[in-house]
């Protein structure tokens, strides 16, 4: 397929990757970006992926209140002091905190879901694949699609950005990265609502905060 000049231009500002590499990357995935993102960084050719082994031991704790109703504290790290005082990361933090407020997440990552929960949803997934009669040689395909979805609600990483539902989390991490020039890690973050886990009156704060966000 042919692959436009924007596609190649939003590739390599995601990866910092030369334009003919992000242009064959395209050309390889038929033009599909994210994955195309996939394939650099397992070729080492992202700025991102090349930076993925070194140490974050610097970075900022944020919080962010809304209307005294929910609460996030968020830890993210990155290599330098120097990074992490700068304007980019402090609004990469900002954002992050606000994502987790309207979004909920309960892990940071794919590999920090416990093993035994991600079982449990396969099985779950599995019997309602089985309930509603599909047939055998697809019903593996539609249980791993399923889980993605899984993925994408308790996973911070997998998660449409907020500001953005065009692109994941993950991907403006990686954005990041190549931009400030230093491996950003979003080390752990907790999030409170109140009244969380007692009877009350059904209100979604999380959808009013995401609304809020995207005026």
């Known amino acids: 397929m042919s692959i436009s000049a924007s596609l190649v231009k939003e590739l390599r500002e995601k990866t910092g990757v030369g334009m003919m590499d992000c242009k064959r990357a395209l050309e390889e995935t038929n033009g599909d970006v994210e994955k195309a993102v996939d394939l650099l960084r397992e070729r080492g050719l992202s700025k991102a ?13 944020d919080a962010y209140i809304h209307n005294g109703r929910i609460g996030v504290l968020i830890e993210i790290n990155t290599e330098t002091d120097f990074a992490a005082k700068s304007s980019d990361f402090k609004q990469f933090i900002r954002d992050m905190a606000m994502q987790v407020a309207a979004s909920s997440p309960k892990y940071v990552s794919k590999e920090d879901v416990p093993e035994d929960e991600v079982d449990k949803e396969r099985e779950i997934l599995t019997e309602q694949v089985k309930n509603e009669g599909k047939p055998e040689h697809v019903a593996n395909k539609i249980v791993e699609g399923r889980l993605e979805k899984f993925y994408e609600e308790v996973c911070l990483l997998e998660q449409p950005f907020i500001r953005d539902t065009n692109i994941r ?18 080390r752990r973050f907790v999030r409170y609502e109140v009244g969380e886990g007692l009877e009350k009156r059904e209100e979604n704060f999380a959808e009013e905060v995401a609304k809020q966000v995207k005026m």
């Open 49 to 61: 992926a090349k930076k993925a082994g070194r140490v974050t031991a610097e970075g900022l704790v």
């Open 169 to 186: 989390v993950k991907d403006l991490l990686n954005e990041k990265i190549s931009k400030i020039g230093e491996n950003i890690k979003i």
